[in-house]
């Protein structure tokens, strides 16, 4: 009898050590995907990669606020150097970006090839409600045909260029951002 209860304990934990490498990944209590749908598709969009230009999107932050946790987007990079940028999150009023809610400055960067990137806000300790705009500000001009993934119809892009924010109306970059309940 011992035998059986031993291989019975057994593949009871060996089950439960397989649910949590299955769905330890999965989101953590009291968190939620704000953004466009995390895509790697066919849909794709380049823009210019010049020095200070940016490109972003509005996300519904909820009434509440919100820690941010990870900000992830598809590109292709078919440069030869990894692009490398900076995370802007605004306040938005449907208009205009307001205040930068990332007081420190968080960088990253793309790797050549095909990436999803992901950028780790927690440590910034950003909190937020409502409408916000999150966006990639380019520290250098890139030259080469470098695509994001987008989606047709799901808010569209806001590209800040020669001074000004543009909204693309059509066509939405991936842009989505992991958040958690305050």
Known sequence: MKPVFSQLKRITLMAALLM??????????????????????????S???????????????GSKPVQLLKFNFDMDNVSNDSLQFKVNIYEFNNVAPGKNLATTPIYGAVP?????????????????????????EWLQTYHGDNHFAIGL???????????EWKKMSVAGVDFNVLVRKK
């Open 20 to 45: 949590v490498a299955a769905f330890g990944t999965q989101a953590q209590k009291g968190t939620k995907l704000i953004g466009n749908k995390p895509r790697s598709g066919s849909a794709r969009s």
């Open 153 to 163: 119809f799901n808010g569209g892009t806001y590209h800040f260029e020669n001074g």
């Open 112 to 136: 050549k090839g095909k990436n999803r990137v992901t950028v780790d806000l927690e440590p910034y300790n950003i909190t937020a409600k409502n409408d916000i705009l999150v966006a990639v």
């Open 47 to 61: 823009f210019d990669l010049a020095k200070g230009n940016q490109i972003g999107i509005k996300m519904n932050a």
